[in-house]
């Protein structure tokens, strides 16, 4: 949960329902941002309740020794709780050394309470706390997005170049100095099944501006056309440009928690410029490059990544598809059947031949098999294809084959 002004452990121990509270170990994590409160007394799996970011309050229901808690203690540490808060004197009557050693080795504050509380009082002041500052959150981000819809008229060309300084408060001769492309955010279709709400694409834009930020990008978010977009000014190195982007496609999908099953979010990049004028175009490829990728189970978020992906989507005549398929069939259905039919990898061994270029080492390397299986698979293959693998231009059809069949058969 991504928030304005954070609500930390340190803002926690200085409110009035922790006053009571003794900070025994831990202290290094005073600035561990929560993202919420939840009492816990179950002693099984704690990876099943939590996600990280927490801060837990128990009471040891049950416990008859407190060294009971110290694997318990170190299972939520290591998922990433923000901190820990004990309430001694109902069922445990001291902390044990190891999670003091934990707390400090985790920087994870450990909090006591010597006197009875009543833990449904700490939850509901705590939640109230963070909800306060979710919702300043939301409207701050709100009011942003709100600030950048003059953008709207530079993604559809409807804009002079002076008034784009003028929007942009900096000079031309400082935002000569960029780099500009337009990128795209949305969850991957097949994860979901339910329509999003605008607060989670505010919190999403909130955590993009500012993980962009770190990769050397500013990013200006908006909504066109019902989806979260951004122009993207580039200040980092030009070489380097690719591989922050896809940093900041990493980080955001770590950061969001969206792993383990959990939806994922495609961010698309289109043609990149040093010309604003190109703005426009960037905004159309931005938006195939998005089409294309929500149809790949591998996304190429990339728009000059894209290579022969974006050619074959611009082929939108049904009857020529038809014939396409039938052509790529015709290529590699003799690996595809005998695949199906013996349960074997040809296909997937083929296209790891071409891809190590004829190495025949790092192939078997990469498939995890021996040489002498690797020369055997090869051997069925040439068999069943009676062509010359080398062959520059049977190579180049069968490469471009599974490059289609990818796409043109694994549709969302």
């Not at 020369?375 to 080398?390: A, F, M, P, W």
């Not at 190579?395 to 069949?405: A, C, G, H, K």
Request: charged share 25%.
């Amino acid at each position: 949960m991504f928030v304005e002004k954070e609500v930390t452990i340190a803002d926690i121990l200085n409110s009035e329902d922790f006053h009571d509270a003794t900070l025994v170990a831990g202290s290094n994590g005073q600035n561990n941002t929560v993202s919420w409160v939840h009492v816990l007394e179950t002693w099984d799996d704690a990876n099943e309740w939590i996600d990280g970011g927490e801060l837990i309050l128990c009471s040891g229901v049950g416990v008859d020794d407190p060294k009971k808690l110290v694997p318990f203690f170190q299972q939520l540490v290591k998922k990433g709780i923000a901190g820990f808060c004990l309430q001694l004197g109902m069922y445990v009557n001291e902390v044990p050394q190891g999670m003091i050693d934990l707390a400090n080795a985790y920087d994870c504050p450990l909090l006591v309470f010597h006197r009875l509380v009543r833990f449904i009082d700490l939850t509901r002041d705590t939640v109230k706390t963070i909800m306060e500052f979710v919702n300043n959150s939301y409207l701050k981000e709100k009011q942003i997005l709100d600030q950048n819809s003059w953008m709207i008229h530079w993604l559809n060309g409807k804009i002079s170049e002076e008034r784009i300084y003028e929007q942009l408060k900096q000079p031309k001769s400082e935002v000569s100095k960029y780099h500009f492309f337009t990128t795209i955010v949305e969850y991957r279709k097949s994860d979901i099944t339910y329509h999003w709400s605008d607060s989670a694409y505010l919190t999403i834009s909130k955590s993009l501006r500012s993980l962009f930020a770190e990769n050397q990008f500013r990013l200006y978010p908006l909504f066109a056309d019902g989806l979260l977009t951004a122009i993207v000014l580039d200040f980092g190195k030009n070489d380097s440009w690719k591989k922050r982007f896809k940093a900041v496609i990493e980080m955001t999908n770590r950061d969001l928690r969206m792993q383990e099953g959990k939806p994922q979010l495609l961010i698309t990049a289109g043609c990149r410029s040093k010309n604003i004028k190109d703005i426009p175009r960037s905004y159309c490829t931005a938006k195939e490059t998005m089409n294309l990728c929500q149809r790949q189970h591998t996304p190429c978020p990339i728009y000059e990544d894209m290579n022969l992906y974006y050619l074959l989507g611009l082929i939108d005549d049904k009857e020529k598809g038809e014939q396409l398929k039938g052509f790529i069939l015709d290529q590699i259905k003799p690996l595809l059947t005998f695949d199906v039919s013996h349960n074997s990898k040809l296909m997937l061994t083929l296209k790891k031949y071409y891809q190590c270029n004829f190495s025949k080492k790092q192939t078997a390397m990469e498939l995890g098999i021996t040489r002498q299986s690797l020369y055997y698979r090869l051997e069925q293959i040439h068999d069943l294809l009676g062509v010359d693998l080398l062959e520059p231009e049977k190579r180049l059809t069968l490469e471009v084959s599974f490059m289609f069949y990818d796409y043109l058969f694994n549709e969302v």
